[in-house]
């Protein structure tokens, strides 16, 4: 028989326990496309809903100027929800590159 | 003595310290350096005197070293360049970062080795950072003649946090924005390091391999928590890591090094290697890795300690913590002395610190080791290293950050353990990936998921009332 340190069986066992959750999340995800959520982040973990924030949690981005940001405030009161973020773009202050920078921070959902 | 290396790194430090903010010249330095010199040979054989003038000739060491910094070579660049100088360079060399593509910008760092201003040619040397305003796939190590004008990076945040400063400490004092690619000539041949070059390739291929299993977000986390690229990491998700006192893990550190060492000795041992070459081999795999992510800080403290255990248990020596962590800074501030007013050597330098100190101390007094059920043990040996590490950075990360973070404890116990096991998922995502591909497929996903886990958890301690607060 094979002749295994504490060691050596210590990791056999990690990578047989991960795949054997992946294999059943796999599985699962198959026959229930909720289960997915599991593995896939949500968007907005990774970024801030356009048409939720608020002009206090715009300007703790620090990524805007504050007139700009009441901008974008105003621009969702008077059109409503942003239906894309291309509407960023017709917010005046929003130039191609703040527009570059400002799509990986924020989403529409 | 018992700890030789940490009375010289203090030496050296305070030495560094002291110059920085006193006006003394280099030669002043220089000559104090050699009258102590002098003395000590003198009273070689007065134990005493001597390590005292051997001590005091260390922080010598370190100011001149850092008074040397300072000075710019002769035929660097930024010489040539008075503050408000609108002509037009043409500079030969060859890109000496890996560049960046960021909001539609290319940057990176530039080794200048010509230049030239309308007819007038001559050889230089010195760094520029460089902004090309559009996306081009530039890679380390390639030749190019650029063109454009020259001017000092701005500062506009207070002195001691400011861009400028960061530049300055790496030795950049000039920046060149490029807006259209037709200033940028392609040039045969390569220059850089060879080392360099094939640790960029492997990284790249690794990024790569992350990428082919897992979606853009958990690759991006888990390409700065293995290969150290940050940039892949959302605004959002780095922002609310800040807040919640857990960006270190997003920072290749000692853990890392830990893991590879293990991984590689692992491999070496099943493949039947001598102990002599296993360690020697390890040490290698161990430097590359230390290119692979960047050869920042963090990486090079952990890969010195690494080292220096290594070679201990080489030449069956014990090795000592203090000693260890001493010799890593030595190495870095012999080679950059400005490093140690880095927010990033300081933060690195103070948690391992911290740690070493206060552990042993809080887990005598608290001891874990009498619970019962090892669960408990854990948990509670994850709260005393969270919060050692959490009292030893506390104060440099509210200098520099303006930033006190309560919850970070909470979110350490919470979220070291995940974050273990992601990065042990991630090496075995890695080397399963190249050797058993459907086998990285299963092993993507349940990283995927504990990646999830994390920052849902992340998302979490920070929405609880007085998590953090600016100030």
Redesign the interface.
Same mark, same amino acid.
């Given at each position: 028989m094979l002749n295994l340190?504490p060691?050596?069986k210590r &990791?056999i066992l $990690?990578?047989l326990i %991960?795949?054997f959750?992946?294999?059943t999340? !796999?599985n699962l995800s198959k026959l229930d496309c909720r289960i997915k959520k #599991?593995?896939? @982040?949500q968007l907005r973990?990774?970024?801030?809903d356009l048409n939720k924030v608020t002009l206090n949690e715009l300007m703790m981005?620090r *990524?805007l100027p504050e007139a700009t940001s009441r901008k974008i405030i105003a621009w969702r009161q008077e059109h409503g929800n942003f239906k894309s973020l291309e509407d960023l773009r017709q917010v005046k202050g929003i130039g191609e590159?703040r527009y570059?920078?400002l799509k990986? %921070?924020f989403f529409v959902e | 003595m018992k700890r030789p290396f940490v009375i010289l790194a203090m030496s050296y430090s305070l030495g560094i310290i002291l110059v920085n903010y006193m006006r003394v010249g280099f030669w002043l330095i220089f000559g104090l350096g050699v009258i102590t010199a002098i003395l000590a040979c003198l009273n070689f054989r007065n134990n005493r005197i001597f390590v005292i003038l051997a001590f005091l000739l260390a922080s010598m060491l370190g100011a001149l070293n850092l008074k040397n910094s300072y000075m710019r070579h002769k035929c660097d660049i930024g010489n040539f360049v008075s503050y408000h100088d609108n002509a037009v360079y043409n500079l030969g060399g060859f890109v000496d970062s890996q560049p960046v593509i960021k !909001?539609?910008n290319t940057i990176f760092v530039f080794q200048v080795q010509e230049a030239q201003v309308n007819n007038l040619k001559w050889p230089c040397c010195g760094k520029i950072f460089v902004r090309l305003g559009f996306s081009q796939v530039i890679n380390y190590a390639e030749r190019f003649i650029l063109t454009g004008t020259l001017r000092p990076p701005f500062g506009f945040s207070p002195a001691s946090r400011s861009y400028r400063r960061y530049l300055y400490t790496e030795g950049i004092y000039l920046l060149m924005d490029i807006e259209s690619s037709l200033q940028v000539i392609p040039q045969s041949g390569k220059g850089g390091s060879k080392m360099v070059i094939f640790s960029l390739w492997l990284r790249d291929k690794l990024e790569q391999l992350l990428r082919r299993y897992l979606?853009d977000? @958990?690759a991006g986390i888990l390409s700065a928590m293995l290969l150290g690229q940050r940039n892949s990491v @959302?605004?959002? &998700?780095y922002?609310n890591m800040i807040k919640s006192g857990t960006v270190h893990i997003l920072v290749v550190s000692g853990f890392n090094v830990g893991i590879v060492a $293990?991984i590689v000795n692992?491999i070496l041992?099943?493949m039947r290697i001598r102990r002599k070459a296993r360690i020697i081999l390890t040490v290698i795999c161990l430097l590359i890795y230390c290119l692979i992510t960047g050869a920042s800080n963090p990486v090079i403290r952990a890969t010195v300690m690494g080292i220096v255990f290594l070679l201990a248990y080489l030449f069956k020596r014990e090795t000592d913590i203090y000693n260890c962590l001493a010799c890593a800074a030595l190495f870095i501030l012999t080679a950059n002395p400005r490093q140690l007013f880095d927010v990033g050597f300081q933060l690195s330098f103070a948690s391992v610190l911290a740690i070493a100190c206060l552990y042993p101390k809080l887990k005598s007094f608290l001891r874990p080791d009498n619970y019962k059920f090892r669960l408990m043990r854990f948990i509670c040996e994850c709260f005393l290293v969270s919060l050692c590490a959490w009292i030893g950075t506390a104060g440099i990360i509210a200098h520099n950050f303006r930033i006190v973070s309560p919850v970070t404890v909470l979110a350490n116990i919470l979220i070291v353990p995940l974050a273990t096991l992601i990065t042990? *998922?991630g090496f075995?995502l890695v080397i399963?990936g190249y050797l058993c591909p459907f #086998?990285g497929? $299963? #092993?993507? %996903?349940?990283?995927?998921?504990f990646? !999830?886990l994390f920052? !849902?958890i992340n998302?979490a301690v920070i929405k609880i009332p007085g998590a953090y607060f600016y100030f």
């Open positions: 340190t060691q050596e &990791v $990690f990578l %991960i795949a959750c992946g294999i999340l !796999n #599991l593995y896939s @982040p973990l990774s970024r801030i981005t *990524c590159k570059e920078k990986g %921070i | !909001n539609k979606s977000l @958990p @959302p605004w959002l &998700v922002d $293990f692992l041992k099943i042990l *998922c075995s399963c #086998l497929r $299963f #092993l993507s %996903i349940t990283t995927a998921m990646i !999830n920052l !849902n998302a």
